[in-house]
Every structure is written in C-alpha cells, then in structure tokens.
C-alpha cells in the first residue's frame, strides 16, 4: 500500500511543472457521498465570491486529466486522510486545507493512538489544519503529527447548516410517512459507536426494547442509527424482542440530529455535534469499563466531562428519560468544542483562504 501512495505521489509531481491556475479549487473525494458534507459548503461559499473552476479528485480512480487538475489547482480540501500527499510536491503558490471530518476532541485518533511517519509526511504538505476550537487544538496536533501553528479553529462547516432555516414540520412529515410514526410522539435517536471488541457491538444484547416500549412508548419512538461496521454483527435474523425503527439508511443524518428531540449515545463524536442543538444526550456506555481498557481512549474525562448523564443498562437508561434528562451542562461543553457558535464557518474559513492565510479580526 505504501507503494501505491508513493507511484501516485510520483505522478502526480510530473504535472507540477504545468502553471497555477489562480481560479480552480480541487477537492479530494472518495464519493459523491463524502462531498455532502464540509466540502459542499466550502464549494457554495466559493460560489459567492466569483467565477471559480471546480475538481473533484476522486481517491479511487486514477485519471491523466484529474492529477493535472490537482497539480495545477490554487486550493486544495480535504475532509479525511489521503496518504499519497506524503508525497506529492506542491508549488508554494497551492494552499492545501484539512478541514477534517469530525467536530471537536472526543475520542483519540491518528498520532495520538500510534505514531506514524506517513502523517507526519502529509503534515508536511498540509498548510492548514481546520479545527473548531483552540481548546482542541494541541490535540489535533498530537493526531495529525503537525506543528500547531499549522492549526487554525475557524469551525466545521456543516455546521452552519443548523443556523440555516429548515422546514422543520416538513421534515417531521416525512419521516412520519416513511416510517409510520405517530405526530404526537417525540424521537429518541440511538446512535451508537463500533467497538474493535465485537462482543460487545450487538445493541440488542443490552436494550431491552420490550420493558422501553412498555414504559416510554406512550410519548417516545426509539429510532436506531448503526454505525456502518456494525450490521456485520447483525441481521434480520436476529430474534429482537420489542418494537423500534431502523433508520441506519436515512440518507441524511443531520435532518436526523434536528428531529430528535433526545439523542442516546455512547462513545461517537456525533454528540459533539448534536450539543450544538442544546437538546438532551444520554450517554449509554454499557460497555464502558472494557472500552476504556482496551479500546482507543478519550482526549476527555469520560465520566466528568460529558455533557449528560451516564447509564449502564436499560433501566438506568429508561429511569433517566422517564425523569427528564439533565441539559445543564450542554451549553458549557458546546464552548469548549466550538469557539464560534453563528453558523459562519465556511464563511471565515472561505476568508481565511483568501486573505492568504490571515485570519480577519
């Protein structure tokens, strides 16, 4: 796999002897999927500002044209690794941006779980590295193997698709339609992670759905979202007792994060992004003493600095939405993960790149 980087990075180089055109922006994709999200955002706010040439770099198809447009583009976007950076050679008039998936510091990732000589390597070539917040920021470095001088917390930019107008009865509708939800009833959004540990990544070993339904189904629907790795653990085979939605496959999660109304997590970022809604977060973490020895680990203090309260089975779960979940502390958290909370991220980042890495203010 190393070699395949490397021959990449190889062939790309031959194309940086062509001139820098100063209106192309390139974004590195792996889908049309992997666009949606920050990228789609960096895109429109370039749209705004002038007359703009636009490529998309897909990782897994190898084009002629493609590497000349990367080679020859005056911004480049990333939003996930992508290892033959390590050794591509860029002209000192390109400006190379991770904007990074993931909001905020929860779990460890990169370098800070392991070293590696290839991050550094991509670091190397990375001018700016986008975060959320300062208060994360030593941590990104640890991560990416990259100087924090490098890294700049101008925010995630889909986020500011929270602070845009939605039709929140429209969508209400929809998802009623599509799964035969009554009006009256609020959404309880399951989100959990996978775990390296496949013992423990069959949900249904450890909600009881029929005593939830019995006790909470008057008010509540619980809708289940399974991180993509887990259904391998998983079938329609298995015997589930009790009623619930799958909407593992609802193409768009964060419609999902703004028609919940309770959000049950365990170890996903997701809940970075979900406080910023200022609605309840049960964390589920009945695994938590295995995952904390023998899984990544946390950039947090996962019993004292999480913004909700801990369970460990369903009846603590169910007790705690039944009592009414504690939201005191969300608004607190949101200001350690986000310094700007305005919805203007893809503006200020957009700024940044323009101003030739000066940030305004």
Not at 190 to 212: H, S
Not at 305 to 311: F, N, R, S, Y
């Amino acid at each position: 796999m190393y070699s395949k980087h490397k021959v990449f990075g190889q062939l790309f180089n031959i194309f940086t002897r062509f001139p820098i055109k100063n209106n192309l922006v390139s974004f590195i994709v792996d889908s049309n999927k992997s666009f949606s999200g920050n990228l789609e955002y960096i895109k429109d706010e370039f749209e705004k500002r002038g007359n703009y040439e636009f490529n998309f770099y897909y990782k897994d198809k190898f084009s002629i044209g493609s590497f000349k447009k990367l080679a020859t583009s005056k911004y480049i976007f990333l939003n996930d690794n992508f290892f033959p950076f390590a050794f591509m050679n860029f002209k000192k008039e390109t400006l190379v941006i991770q904007l990074w998936h993931a909001p905020g510091a929860f779990k460890k990732f990169g370098g800070s779980v392991e070293s590696s000589e290839m991050l550094k390597m991509i670091s190397d070539n990375t001018d700016y590295l986008i975060t959320t917040s300062k208060n994360i920021n030593k941590y990104y470095s640890e991560a990416f193997q990259i100087d924090e001088s490098k890294i700049k917390a101008l925010g995630l930019p889909r986020a500011d698709y929270y602070f845009k107008e939605h039709d929140l009865n429209s969508l209400r509708e929809n998802f009623n339609k599509k799964y035969s939800v009554d009006d009256s009833k609020k959404i309880i959004l399951y989100a959990p992670t996978f775990r390296e540990d496949k013992q423990f990544n069959n949900v249904f070993d450890y909600i009881d759905l029929d005593k939830f339904n019995e006790e909470l189904s008057g008010d509540y629907v619980l809708a289940l979202r399974l991180h993509p790795k887990i259904k391998k653990f998983y079938s329609e085979d298995i015997s589930v007792d009790g009623e619930y939605i799958d909407c593992s496959d609802y193409e768009n999660e964060q419609e999902l994060l703004l028609l919940a109304d309770i959000l049950i997590t365990d170890y996903s970022s997701i809940m970075i992004e979900f406080s910023l809604l200022n609605k309840p977060i049960i964390f589920f973490a009945y695994d938590l003493d295995n995952y904390l020895e023998n899984e990544r680990g946390f950039y947090l203090d996962y019993k004292n600095d999480l913004p909700g309260p801990i369970v460990f089975d369903s009846n603590q779960l169910i007790k705690v939405i039944g009592e009414g979940v504690d939201t005191s502390r969300l608004s607190s958290f949101s200001k350690t993960q986000f310094d700007e909370i305005n919805g203007e991220a893809s503006k200020r980042i957009v700024d940044f790149v323009l101003n030739k890495g000066v940030e305004n203010g």
